[in-house]
């Protein structure tokens, strides 16, 4: 059983950082790419970010790109999520994954989910 927490949200004004936390249970986390989703109030789970396995190749949105960095320590069981210049769009509810199979943008390619951290934007 694999379980996946996240720490770090909170409410922030328009333009600030926040820093995402991720910690994985277990010994095979360096074994998965991990990503990163949000979900905002009425809306559909979507997909921010995606890490590989050893933390050379990285994906995001076209919403977020150039102002996240998805990061991970295979040492320290994390995937970390930095958002800088955040935006009052960015307000949801943001979920690690581990990813099980495919391409890494959907949510029905990953298995193990967090219980999700709030961000708040205030503009």
């Known amino acids: 059983q694999v379980q996946l927490v996240e720490s770090g949200g909170g409410l922030v004004q328009a333009g600030g950082s926040l820093r995402l936390s991720c910690a994985a249970s277990?010994?095979?986390?360096?074994?998965?790419?991990m990503g990163w989703f949000r979900q905002a109030p009425g809306k559909e789970r979507e997909f921010v970010a995606r890490?590989?396995?050893?933390?050379?190749?990285?994906y995001y949105s076209d919403s977020v790109k150039g102002r996240f960095t998805i990061s991970r320590d295979n040492a320290k069981n994390t995937v970390y999520l930095q958002m800088n210049s955040l935006k009052p769009e960015d307000t949801a509810v943001y979920f690690c994954?581990?990813?099980?199979?495919?391409?890494?943008?959907?949510?029905?390619?990953?298995?193990?989910w967090g219980q999700g951290t709030q961000v708040t934007v205030s503009s």
């Open positions: 994954a581990r990813q099980l199979t495919g391409l890494g943008f959907k949510p029905s390619e990953y298995d193990y």
């Open positions: 277990g010994r095979t986390f360096s074994s998965y790419p």
């Open positions: 890490i590989s396995r050893s933390g050379f190749s990285t």
